[in-house]
C-alpha cells in the first residue's frame, strides 16, 4: 500500500496531534497510555526517517557522543513529552515556565539538527 506523499509526509505530526488530543480529552490510564503510544511512535517515524536522509552521513562516524547515539536521538523528543506533562500537570507559575522552556530548548534542538543534517558534505 502505498499512501499520497502530503499523507505520507504529515503522518508522524498527525500521531502528535491524535497523542495531543488524547491528552485533552481526559487522564484516565488508557488516554494517556494510548497518547504515550502515539508519541512514541511519531518519534520512531520521525528519527528513523531523519536517519536515512541525512545529507552529513561522513561527520557521525567521527563525531564522539556524549550519550549513546540512540539516547542523542530521542533527547529532544523525551524533553519535548516532559515538557507537556509538567506542563499539563502543574499549576505553578514557576514549574510552567521551566516547562515551557524545556519545550523550547526541544524544538529548538530539533530544527538545529534539521538544519545541520540538511546540508551537504563540505570540505569546510
Known amino acids: 500500500m502505498v499512501l499520497p506523499k502530503v499523507v505520507y509526509e504529515n503522518l508522524p505530526y498527525i500521531y502528535f496531534l491524535v497523542s495531543g488530543g488524547l491528552l485533552v480529552l481526559g487522564d484516565e490510564w488508557a488516554l ?6 502515539f508519541y512514541v511512535v511519531a ?7 531523519s536517519a536515512h536522509r541525512r ?11 556524549l ?10 523528543y523525551t524533553y519535548g513529552a516532559i515538557g507537556i506533562f509538567a506542563l499539563m500537570s502543574t499549576v505553578n ?6 516547562a515551557f522552556a524545556l519545550l523550547i530548548l526541544a524544538l529548538r534542538n530539533l530544527l538545529c539538527r534539521k ?4 546540508k551537504a558534505p563540505s570540505l569546510f
Open 93 to 98: 507559575p514557576l514549574y510552567q515556565f521551566a
Open 115 to 118: 538544519n545541520n543534517r540538511a
Open 32 to 37: 494517556v497510555f494510548s497518547a504515550g503510544i
Open 55 to 65: 545529507l552529513d552521513k561522513h561527520k557521525s562516524k567521527s563525531f564522539k557522543y
Open 67 to 76: 550519550f549513546p547515539e540512540l539516547v542523542y536521538e530521542y533527547l529532544p
Open 43 to 49: 518519534c520512531i517515524v520521525l528519527v528513523s526517517r
